[in-house]
């Protein structure tokens, strides 16, 4: 396994622009999962794909905010009209289809900074 | 609704001493609950798990954790800190029946002083 990629790892942006992260999970992976950390918090769970499908989304993603999974492999977190407030590390988990969903693997973020 | 609370946002020990993080849950169901350490720009790294199989449970790097119900609590202990240690520390809770989603912590810094 090469793990769960995550690209870029650094984003700055300003105020106003759209930003689009990837992650791809590890290979077999069916389940994908989308947090944000903030500065000194623990991560906060966003969305999650099993396959393709997105079969849950959290409040904190607002309408400016969209995720695809298309094929069920890689996946992309878009972000549309950035704000100051959406400067935070972005983590995409993965499971396995068998064993303990609840296990997931996450990969090194991509930090996002707006100014 | 599920939480986590893990008190103490800093922890201080010294190189060779014992290492207690704490973790409290509330869940109206049994939880399944993970311990997670997180190294300066990197990802999280899973330390060890409970599934409702042994109460005490061994991870990595001679971490280990034991869930007490009656407590509602998930403290993670090591009984000798190496530098190495030092590094941010999450505690997380999922319940067994729904989509794996995990509930966070707000972190626990682990500091080793030599």
Not at chain 2, 77 to 103: Q, R, W
Request: charged residues 20%; glycine residues 8%; hydrophobic residues 30%.
């Amino acid at each position: 396994d090469t793990g769960v990629s995550q690209d870029p790892r650094h984003k700055i942006t300003k105020r106003g622009q759209n930003v689009t992260f990837r992650c791809d999970p590890i290979s077999e992976h069916n389940r994908l999962y989308w947090y944000r950390q903030t500065l000194g918090q623990g991560p906060e769970f966003l969305t999650y794909f099993q396959n393709e499908a997105q079969l849950e989304k959290s409040r904190l993603l607002s309408d400016r905010f969209s995720a695809e999974r298309p094929k069920g492999s890689f996946s992309t977190l878009e972000i549309q009209r950035t704000e100051q407030g959406d400067s935070a590390m972005y983590l995409c988990a993965s499971t396995p289809p068998t064993g303990l969903i609840h296990e997931q693997y996450f990969g090194p973020g991509t930090r996002l900074t707006v100014t | 609704a599920q939480s986590v609370t893990q008190l103490g946002s800093h922890v201080s020990v010294s190189e060779g001493a014992l290492v207690l993080l704490r973790c409290n849950y509330s869940s109206s169901v049994p939880p399944y609950l993970f311990w997670y350490v997180q190294y300066p720009n990197q990802g999280l790294q899973l330390l060890l798990k409970y599934t409702s199989a042994a109460t005490l449970v061994k991870g990595i790097n001679g971490f280990e954790a034991e869930f007490k119900k009656s407590e509602t609590s998930f403290h993670l202990t090591k009984p000798s800190a190496h530098m190495s240690d030092a590094a941010e520390y999450f505690c997380a809770v999922s319940l067994s029946s729904n989509t794996g989603k995990l509930i966070f912590g707000q972190g626990t810094t682990l500091q080793v002083k030599p």
